[in-house]
């Protein structure tokens, strides 16, 4: 589920955090193993983008464009393979034990918003209610249906493991795959292929922000690699929040007396 400000951290690191050309991995990848290049894709975090960060924003309140965001989804699968790269879609299924409880705080946080949307509809405010940015539930579901019939490869975790670990063991296992494109900032804690971000993918070009987790470690934080997990900690994750370690971090920097 992420390290809280680690991306913007990693971002503020020129050598850690630059622009690549998708296609020129994927065939320096090809020329060095022989492998066709295969892409893992994060769907739980690339899904959403697709359907929300366009040029022509795809109506959501009233029920979702179901049919052109299958036109969307179907481009974008193709911007890909027209360049020889294979997508593999990876989406997480039940929810994790571990994470039962972060989950339902996010869920009811978002309740919390679809409440305020009815609230604006209902006093009248139809274009602050628009404004919004609510992806049904339902829309990974549909995705999956799409992909299905443009006959792309994917996967679904199961409550046994955690999505990203999955993604990341998936990477990790098959040679062919080069990078993972996601924005969750778990795949550059945990050791696996290179993160390249959705969020800033320019599809035109296919090029993208790659975040470099050895530069980044190495030469940022002067730490090695395997200390990243124990990295992440410190500065907080979903077990152990970032505002509950507001006086160690005040200590570490100075500000507090450590023996307060």
């Not at 443009?150 to 080069?178: C, G, P, Q, S």
């Amino acid at each position: 589920m992420g390290v809280e400000g680690l991306l913007p951290l990693v971002e503020d690191c020129p050598e850690a955090c630059r622009f690549v050309s998708i296609e020129k991995m994927a065939n320096d990848h090809q020329r060095v193993l022989r492998y066709s290049p295969v892409l893992a894709v994060d769907g739980s975090n690339v899904i959403p983008w697709l359907y929300t960060n366009r040029r022509d924003f795809l109506e959501s309140i009233y029920g979702g464009q179901w049919i052109q965001f299958r036109e969307v989804l179907k481009n974008f699968v193709l911007k890909f393979q027209n360049k020889g790269i294979e997508l593999v879609f990876i989406f997480d299924g039940t929810t994790c034990k571990d994470k039962l409880s972060k989950w339902l705080e996010r869920r009811m946080s978002r309740y919390g918003e679809i409440a305020s949307i009815f609230n604006d509809i209902s006093r009248n405010f139809q274009e602050k209610a628009i404004a919004r940015q609510h992806i049904s539930r339902a829309l990974k579901r549909l995705a999956k249906f799409a992909l299905k019939e443009l006959d792309v490869k994917m996967y679904r975790t199961d409550k046994e493991m955690d999505a990203d670990k999955y993604i990341a063991d998936y990477a990790n296992k098959n040679r062919a795959v080069f990078a993972i494109l996601s924005d969750d900032s778990d795949f550059i804690i945990l050791d696996t292929k290179p993160v390249l971000s959705i969020s800033k993918l320019r599809l035109n070009q296919l090029k993208t922000v790659m975040y470099d987790r050895y530069s980044f470690v190495v030469r940022y934080l002067n730490i090695s690699p395997e200390h990243l997990p124990l990295f992440g900690c410190l500065i907080g994750i979903d077990y152990v929040p970032f505002l509950k370690l507001g006086r160690f971090h005040r200590r570490l920097s100075g500000f507090e007396n450590p023996s307060t």
